[in-house]
């Protein structure tokens, strides 16, 4: 895996990818000098042998910086805005904040009832929502873990999820092509707070 310059095309750094078969999802971390992953290594998900990790990478020379096993199958995760920690979920419906300098999980709560399929970071707030195959999005408070809302809609599992840059909007797109813009209530009224 390489990182390239997109405005030269150059292809500037090579990530050490030893062992990896499969990345689930990459988040940039700290102003885009480390990048975090979920993968799974050793063998194909769900194998013999597989083991699921978290792989933080130096983005200026691909190096691994540190990794830890993770132990569920993670597939979808956001950043916070500022870079510095981010959410991982998936397969066992729970949500981890995790920091994304140290990979330690700073917070964890049960989200859904089937697993997590994406995640979004809210603009401005410490604001999750999340997805599942349950056919769910909630929103949460991130600072004590409490929900928010819940919306209903999909007819299959979501797999685009992402707030408005002003944070008052929710688009959610799903597998049966269908897309959906919602304006949560609990965003309104987290707007008005600022």
């Given amino acids: 895996m390489q990182i390239t310059d997109v405005a030269s095309g150059r292809?500037?750094?090579?990530?050490?990818?030893?062992?990896?078969?499969?990345?689930?999802?990459?988040?940039?971390?700290?102003?885009?000098?480390?990048?975090?992953?979920?993968?799974?290594t050793h063998a194909p998900r769900s194998a013999p042998g597989s083991v699921e990790e978290i792989v933080?990478?130096?983005?200026n020379t691909g190096q691994r910086v540190h990794t830890?096993?993770?132990?569920?199958?993670?597939?979808?995760?956001?950043?916070?805005?500022?870079?510095?920690r981010f959410v991982e979920g998936g397969v066992d419906r729970n949500v981890r904040l995790r920091d994304g300098a140290t990979l330690e999980v700073l917070r964890e709560f049960r989200a859904h009832n089937a697993p997590i399929t994406v995640l979004a970071w809210h603009p401005?707030?410490?604001?999750?929502?999340?997805?599942?195959?349950?056919?769910?999005?909630?929103?949460?408070?991130?600072?004590?873990?409490?929900?928010l809302e819940e919306l209903r809609g999909p007819l299959s599992p979501p797999s685009v999820l992402s707030f408005s840059p002003d944070g008052t909007r929710l688009a959610i797109a799903s597998r049966d092509q269908a897309a959906r813009i919602w304006e949560p209530r609990s965003?309104?009224?987290?707007?008005?707070q600022k």
């Fill in 124 to 147: 401005t707030r410490p604001i999750i929502a999340t997805a599942s195959e349950d056919l769910v999005i909630r929103l949460w408070q991130l600072n004590d873990g409490s929900r």
């Fill in 68 to 84: 830890i096993t993770n132990h569920s199958v993670a597939s979808a995760a956001c950043v916070a805005p500022d870079g510095r």
């Fill in 187 to 192: 965003l309104a009224s987290q707007t008005a």
């Fill in 56 to 59: 933080l990478w130096d983005s």
């Fill in 11 to 40: 292809k500037s750094v090579a990530l050490a990818v030893e062992d990896i078969k499969r990345f689930s999802d990459l988040v940039w971390l700290d102003e885009g000098k480390r990048l975090a992953g979920l993968v799974t």
